[in-house]
């Protein structure tokens, strides 16, 4: 088949790939979404294969294809929610990796026989071959880090941004000279550092904000993609990248936002310095006293209540309570409770990973507020219980202007009747910072790991 | 410039527009779905590692080089659709609205 007849045929994936994103916009029919997306890429695939240049290495493309297939499903299938981040950082980082890797034997393959690259595609395969190598290894980087292989801390040192500088330009100063001499191996070293490159951009940044990082890393595979379509003339390449480019883009934009900082903050600046800011001694002072309470006192306000909200964070999900949760739900809704679950942009570890973990402990999602809806609620919900979730709800970013928080959006749980704070301690959240809203008047704290928590107040609220 | 390269990137600017416009549409309920739906999405350059590794008779290391590109971005693929796959099937709705 010729490369024109394939591009032809390949409009059915392109379509099939907006369609699927289009689907997205409703958790009714974005399963089926993503079966067209599935389907699109099986026929994209079933065409190039039957592309005029493709001749030859059957064997190699079988073993490929199985051993790439088992490696997917097994990962796909065995990942714990809580571990979705460091699951979409993994095969993020893969395609990157297999988009440096086709320009580099596309490279040697044809230009470097054929004596020529010409400007165009070299800036491409430039393009595609860095940026697809700084995704792979700042994709491994964001895995390690969130899976606790490497520290989850910010990793400094003296000169480091001088030092990345260097490397970044080092790196496309040898790939330039590699598509001037035609050098196979100048490319390979380019992508050598840029990899290098990759591992110390994605080192200095913490833990906690590795979901910014992923979405960004994901925008640039998605770019290194549809880069690799200009190397090989492929226009489904070009589209589908460039849809996930911007899709990266617009989350990593929309993240950044939900946490009150700018990209670049979130990349070279390290959170902990501002937290030593003095703002945050001044928090919690005041000589303000911190109520607490059993389990018992609060079924007793469960119990009563008109309608209570659930403010979850990542701390139910590390303590694997959100099975609880929604039994405790539905005890309450027996009882004519009315109940919901607000959910704070950046809950969890990644943009609607709390909805991901709820819809695991079979919550439907109808009962999920987003924060915009949920918020004029609140004076009229009679308790709100935050389990696990810390400096979304700090009204210290509404109203402290010296906060390190100040003037990221939160949910307005202080604006409700009562509150109930369920936090094993009174230690601050990932921003480090203490939070007045557990020193208000009603705000009551039961001290307790969230699943234990949660059982006690299930089997209080029966008592009740 | 040549007229190909003028309408690939006419094709880069439209398809930019569309994700823009496709993408802000996904609920924030979604997000994760969506990062790891578009991820597999990405996936695509299978089409690029099956070109590279049946198209030429480079070598043996660039056969290898190719062979990893092959297994890399079908690992993207199949992990990224079965994993997406995975999460929806488990939004519901309340059973009695």
């Not at chain 1, 990266?248 to 903050?265: D, E, F, I, K």
């Not at chain 1, 909805?355 to 709100?384: C, G, K, R, S």
Request: hydrophobic share 55%.
């Amino acid at each position: 088949m010729s490369t024109t007849t394939a591009n032809l045929l390949y409009l059915i994936t392109i379509a099939a790939f907006i369609l699927a994103l289009r689907f997205l916009s409703s958790p009714r029919h974005a399963r089926l979404g993503v079966q067209i997306g599935a389907a699109g890429m099986l026929w994209a695939v079933i065409v190039t294969l039957a592309l005029d240049e493709v001749v030859t290495g059957w064997w190699w493309m079988a073993t490929g294809v199985l051993i790439g297939s088992v490696i997917g499903v097994v990962g796909a299938k065995k990942v714990k929610m809580t571990a979705m981040p460091q699951m979409v950082a993994l095969f993020n980082g893969v395609g990157g990796g297999a988009a440096a890797l086709i320009s580099l034997v596309e490279f040697h393959g044809v230009w470097a026989h054929a004596g020529d690259v010409g400007v165009e595609r070299g800036i491409a395969t430039i393009f595609s071959a860095l940026v697809g190598s700084i995704s792979f290894a700042g994709s491994m980087i964001a895995f390690g880090k969130l899976q606790e292989l490497v520290s989850g801390r910010p990793i400094t040192y003296p000169g480091q941004q001088v030092g990345n500088a260097l490397l970044f330009v080092g790196a496309i100063a040898l790939a330039v000279v590699a598509m001037g001499s035609l050098e196979f191996w100048l490319l390979a070293a380019a992508i050598c550092a840029a990899a290098l490159f990759g591992i110390v951009f994605v080192l200095p940044i913490g833990g906690a904000d590795m979901p910014v990082v992923i979405s960004l890393l994901n925008a640039f595979t998605g770019l290194a993609a549809a880069a690799t379509g200009f190397v090989l003339h492929s226009n489904v390449l070009i589209v589908s990248g460039m849809l996930v480019g911007a899709s990266g883009t617009l989350l990593t934009t929309l993240m950044a936002r939900a946490m009150n900082r700018s990209l670049a903050n979130v990349l070279f600046g390290a959170f902990g310095k501002i937290v030593a800011a003095p703002g945050a001694a001044a928090a919690g002072g005041d000589g303000a006293s911190v109520r607490s309470a059993t389990a018992d006192d609060v079924a007793v306000m469960l119990a009563f209540a008109r309608r209570v909200v659930f403010v979850p964070g990542y701390g139910l999900a590390v303590a694997q309570a959100q099975h609880d949760v929604r039994n405790l739900a539905e005890l309450l809704e027996d009882k004519g409770v009315d109940v919901r679950y607000a959910i704070h942009p950046v809950a969890g570890r990644m943009p609607g990973h709390m909805n991901v973990l709820l819809a695991e402990a079979n919550v439907p999602y109808d009962e999920l507020y987003e924060m915009d809806t949920i918020n004029p609620e609140f004076p009229q919900t009679d308790v709100v219980v935050v389990v696990g979730a810390n400096d979304v709800v700090n009204p210290a970013a509404r109203n402290q202007p010296g906060s390190p928080i100040y003037g990221m959006p939160i949910l307005d749980v202080d604006k409700s009747q009562n509150v109930v704070v369920i936090k094993r301690s009174m230690s601050p959240g990932f921003a480090g910072i203490d939070n007045p809203l557990f020193y208000d008047p009603k705000t009551v704290m039961l001290f307790d790991d969230a699943k234990a928590a949660m059982e006690k107040l299930i089997a209080a609220v029966k008592s009740v | 410039m040549s007229y190909q390269l003028v309408t690939e990137l006419t094709i880069l600017v439209l398809a930019a527009f569309v994700g823009f416009e496709v993408i802000s549409k996904v609920p924030t309920l979604l997000h994760t779905p969506l990062m790891s739906g578009t991820n597999a999405i990405h996936g695509i350059v299978i089409v690029g590692a099956i070109i590279v590794i049946g198209a030429h008779h480079p070598g043996w290391f660039m056969r290898l080089v190719a062979f990893f590109a092959v297994i890399l971005a079908t690992a993207n693929v199949v992990g990224g659709f079965v994993v997406t796959d995975r999460m929806l099937e488990m939004f519901k709705k309340r059973p009695d609205a």
